[in-house]
């Protein structure tokens, strides 16, 4: 039997501002109340617990060697497309998947950090390994019952186009209708949290840092909220060089994406 206790939790309250670390520890204090509440600690301290969320790091390093496996048509939500692609990279070779990956494993632990259980679409970075395939990647919140799925990528367009931009699932009959506006929100809010940590919205696809997609099978097959982000073009000098530090990829991607999601999540 638990003792009654309540647990006094400044974080709860506090603005979501840096989304980067658990609450202060200091901050909490058990006090007996004569009122019978019970409040765990785990669950009062972290202000996502009880939260799922599936991060999908896009395509997967091994893919460019299973030319046939990720070329594979599968149903993209309406129409065929293959399986996957390689994704691209920077002038010097810095892979998307690669940047995907470390985005994701730091998200991934700054979400936990805050309560949340988390789960990644593809459990490793390898050359030796290929895929998912998109329609795999686009059911996979369902099957977890996420509150919310996140696909991370970057972009691979002209150099004179720079910044992030978050892609929402286009209302579709039967695929996305029912997703449609709960990941019109969530676009919103994980657009905020990356520009409040410091990245600036794309210079191109209308320059309000959204765009609308229907094609995407990872998005399509998806029944909980979800959106895909774009977080910057690798063919951009200045994109390329923050992509390839990791205090970036902590710091201000995978931060902006905790602040945009532990937004939503909060609501
Ligand atoms: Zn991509």
Redesign the pocket.
Known sequence: MLPVVALAVTACSASPTSGTSAPPTGAARLVVRSTPTVVTAASAAKPLAGRVVVIDP??NLGNSRHAAQIGRLVNAGGSRKPCN?T??ATASGYP?ATF?WSVATYLKARLVAQGATVYLTRSSNSASAWGPCVDVRGRFGNTVHADAVVSV???GTASRFHGFFAIRPARKQGWTDDIYTGSGRLALDVRAGLQAAGLPRANYNGGDGLDTRGDLGTLNWSNVPTVMV?LGNMKNATDAAHMRSASWRDSVYAAGLARGLATFLRR
């Open positions: 896009g395509h692609t994704g691209t998307e995907a990528h970057a972009d774009e």
